[in-house]
């Protein structure tokens, strides 16, 4: 009932930047939390950024002072923006959207995931 397209993901040189995009779609009555997770082969998925509907944020410490997440409620999206990008932010990065269908009814969807490859 909820989908969630990403786009904005690619190749790009150490230093670079890209910035990630993520559409909610579907049965929504409110979003509440909105966030970027990433898994890179052989490793556990990990939370990048979060924010919640009133703008408050958190980051990993691996990517804090580099990456922005920010969102538009008005589109129900949700934004990445990475800049000095690194080898080791090479990932699979995955949309997470929290919110409610219905005041009984909660959902919690992922994204389909956007490769990000960071390498010369």
């Known amino acids: 009932q909820v989908q969630l397209v990403e786009s904005g993901g690619g190749l790009v040189q150490p230093g670079g930047s890209l910035r990630l995009s993520c559409a909610a779609s579907?049965?929504?009555?409110?979003?509440?939390?909105m966030a970027w997770y990433r898994q890179a082969p052989g490793k556990q998925r990990e939370l990048v950024a979060a924010?919640?509907?009133?703008?408050?944020?958190n980051y990993a410490d691996s990517v804090k002072g580099r990456f922005t997440i920010s969102r538009d409620n008005a589109k129900n999206t949700a934004y990445l923006q990475m800049n000095s990008l690194k080898p080791d932010d090479t990932a699979v990065y995955y949309c997470?959207?929290?919110?409610?269908?219905?005041?009984?009814?909660?959902?919690?969807?992922w994204g389909q995931g956007t490769q990000v490859t960071v390498s010369s």
């Open positions: 997470n959207v929290d919110g409610r269908i219905t005041i009984l009814k909660r959902f919690n969807s």
């Open positions: 579907g049965s929504i009555s409110r979003i509440d939390a």
């Open positions: 924010i919640t509907t009133g703008g408050s944020t």
